[in-house]
Nanobody, 126 residues
Framework: QVQLVESGGGLVQAGDSLRLSCAAS????????MGWFRQVPGKEREFVSVISWSGYSTYYADSVKGRFTISRDNAKNTAYLQMNSLEPDDTSVYYC???????????????????WGQGTQVTVSS
């Protein structure tokens, strides 16, 4: 089992930055693929980004590419999502996700990930 706890959400203005953290506990963190999804009430969960267990491979949704950066520190069992140039459309609950092994071929499918955090709210005002 893997437990994920997100932190770092908050209320910011458009153009500001935030860094989300996801602390993992349980089994060996270094062999876990980590990622982020987000969800607005009434809408489906949306893929944001994913990073391989080595950190060498990363993928992003087109909507955040060039503004968000995913990273991880295996020594601290923590993954991060650095969010720059935030826009009101980025307002959402952000969920940390994880799955063992390789990055799923269906990276944007929520069902591809076995573990989910409780979510952290990010609100961007215009």
């Amino acid at each position: 089992q893997v437990q994920l706890v997100e932190s770092g959400g908050g209320l910011v203005q458009a153009g500001d930055s935030l860094r989300l953290s996801c602390a993992a506990s349980g089994r060996t963190f270094s062999r876990i693929v980590m990622g982020w999804f987000r969800q607005v009430p009434g809408k489906e969960r949306e893929f944001v980004s994913v990073i391989s267990w080595s950190g060498y491979s990363t993928y992003y949704a087109d909507s955040v590419k060039g503004r968000f950066t995913i990273s991880r520190d295996n020594a601290k069992n923590t993954a991060y999502l650095q969010m720059n140039s935030l826009e009101p459309d980025d307002t959402s609950v952000y969920y940390c996700v994880a799955v063992w092994g390789r990055i799923p071929s269906t990276i944007a499918k929520s069902a591809a990930y076995d573990y989910w955090g409780q979510g952290t709210q990010v609100t961007v005002s215009s």
